[in-house]
């Protein structure tokens, strides 16, 4: 064998090592939903820890086969995975903004993240942010309303990502009219 023919069987990974890679992925995907690229980084992650002398060519490698390993099983859809987030997080009183950026986070594709936020209703997802935290129509009748209170409720909203039109659409309902707004959303 020569030295040529050495680094090139050192730049693949080793059966036992794509094994290994299946293997990870398969129980990865089984204890929960992952983007492409978080499976991609924790299978980089581990198998730098797992494999002495593991070359960055081989880390890609087995990095791919794993999430091709994914694809093949059905078990890894970006878009699906976008699409699922996107309904939970509306349904618990996310902002498109919040959402939009946590799944960019995850590693999931712009478009995709679009075409997932599309659906999505701000003002029903603002209800529900308002009726956790107490706000506007959801506010204890024994609280006392002032400005400094306003301000800190337009504030949650601001920082959660919803606009200041849609607070304020929110703050200026009754708690009858919001039940009745949030009684017959889309949510699925």
């Not at 890679?21 to 129980?27: K, M, P, Q």
Request: hydrophobic share 40%.
């Amino acid at each position: 064998m020569t030295g040529e023919e050495g680094e090139t069987e050192a730049l693949a990974p080793t059966p036992r090592m794509l094994a290994w890679s299946r293997n990870s992925a398969l129980y990865r995907l089984s204890r929960r939903m992952m983007t492409e690229r978080e499976l991609s980084d924790a299978i980089a992650r581990k198998a730098k820890q797992k494999f002495e002398d593991i070359s960055d060519t081989q880390v890609k490698a087995l990095s791919a086969a794993a999430v091709e390993f994914g694809r093949t099983m059905l078990a890894l859809d970006d878009t699906a995975y976008a699409e699922i987030r996107t309904r939970s997080a509306a349904r618990s009183g996310k902002s498109k903004r919040a959402i939009g950026r946590k799944l960019i986070e995850k590693g999931v594709d712009r478009e995709i993240v679009q075409q997932a936020l599309e659906e999505t209703d701000d003002f029903l997802s603002a209800l529900v942010f308002a009726r956790k935290r107490a706000f506007g129509p959801y506010r204890r009748p024994d609280v006392e309303v002032d400005d400094k209170r306003h301000a800190k409720e337009f504030s949650a909203f601001a920082r959660n990502g919803f606009s200041f039109e849609i607070g304020r659409r929110v703050m200026a309902m009754d708690r009858d009219e919001a039940e009745e707004m949030l009684a017959d959303r889309p949510f699925v």
